[in-house]
């Protein structure tokens, strides 16, 4: 069994009473004060973020986001938090870099991850409150307020056979995904981020369990891609009749709505360029409400980008 003793004491006792004596040992506070000093005084190539600069490059490599987004988010958001979504290292490898052990890694993000939600998300991530109002921004008509689409994250192959069939996802490159639904406005801003769903869901039944609905009338209504054919309000390019070309007004209303819907597809793929989101989920798929969090924290990261990067004007 280990033991300790004190040399400016003499006292010893068990490994697990080490700390509180040294905290309370008038011999050892001169020693934990040099320990302090030392930590402080690390070299920086120990550090994850050592060749950081204070410019706008150097800020966008590590995080994706410019000093000014950085230096607003400091007091939410720690840099090494910011740099572990955008790069998604192994917990192993960050407890290496920050010098603790991996279970405090995995304890200090999911906490993080936990505040961040219910700070930054409300504040970046909202309907608007003048949906329905006619002088909002529109897409092709007077009456289009929001498009919908569905994105899927990735994950390896489930073990069990039952949740190989549940999550499996065609275009996912594992095969099996998990899938979400965004919503944003004509403004180009993410508005919505349902919850997380296995990826053989239907997309219009992650729309129906959104709630987005529930906002939708003959003068709000949603644009999405023929996922989405049959539900009243929803707006989705015509099909062509059987036996049949599409009249010129109905390709031109398609033009019109593939149009409006584009800019969503590069919303979608602004959310993968954090690496938790565009790799493969190491985490438990079966924890949708984690999962849920990340997704809709690094929503809300991709708003405070758009407001500096739009994607169109």
């Known amino acids: 069994m280990l033991t300790w003793t004190c040399t400016g004491s003499g006292k010893s006792g068990l490994y697990t009473n080490y700390y509180r004596h040294r905290d309370n040992c008038n011999c050892c506070t001169p020693e934990l004060e040099e320990e302090k000093q030392k930590t402080n005084g690390r070299e920086a190539n120990q550090r994850p973020w050592s060749e950081w600069k204070r410019t706008d490059t150097s800020c966008i490599q590590h995080t994706g986001h410019d000093v000014e987004q950085v230096q607003e988010l400091y007091s939410l958001l720690p840099p090494h938090t910011l740099w572990y979504l955008k790069h998604y290292h192994s917990e192993p490898y960050i407890a290496s870099k920050l010098n603790i052990s991996q279970p405090a890694v995995n304890y200090f993000l999911s906490a993080v991850v936990d505040i961040l939600h219910s700070c930054v998300y409300p504040a970046f991530v909202s309907l608007p409150a003048d949906l329905a109002n006619r002088r909002t921004p529109h897409g092709p008509q007077q009456d289009h307020k929001l498009i919908v689409d569905s994105t899927f994250i990735a994950i390896h192959e489930p073990h ?31 508005v919505h981020v349902s919850e997380c769903y296995h990826g053989s869901v239907h997309d219009i039944t992650v729309l129906r369990e959104s709630g987005l609905l529930e906002h939708v009338e003959e003068s709000v209504q949603i644009i999405g891609d023929k996922a989405y054919l049959g539900e009243e309000y929803v707006v989705t390019p015509r099909k062509k009749p059987r036996g049949r070309e599409l009249t010129q007004e109905d390709k031109d209303f398609n033009c019109d709505i593939n149009s409006a819907r584009a800019a969503i597809e590069n919303i ?35 708003n405070l980008s758009l407001n500096k990067h739009p994607i169109r004007r």
Not at 184 to 189: K, N, T
């Open 160 to 190: 069990d056979s039952e949740q190989r069939k549940e999550y499996y996802h065609a275009k996912s490159p594992t095969n099996y995904a998990i899938k979400v639904q965004v919503a944003r406005d004509f403004r180009h801003r993410i």
């Open 268 to 302: 979608n793929q602004r959310l993968k360029t954090y690496a938790i989101l565009g790799g493969v989920y190491r985490g438990r798929v079966d924890d949708f409400h984690k999962k849920t969090k990340i997704i809709q924290v690094v929503a809300a990261l991709c």
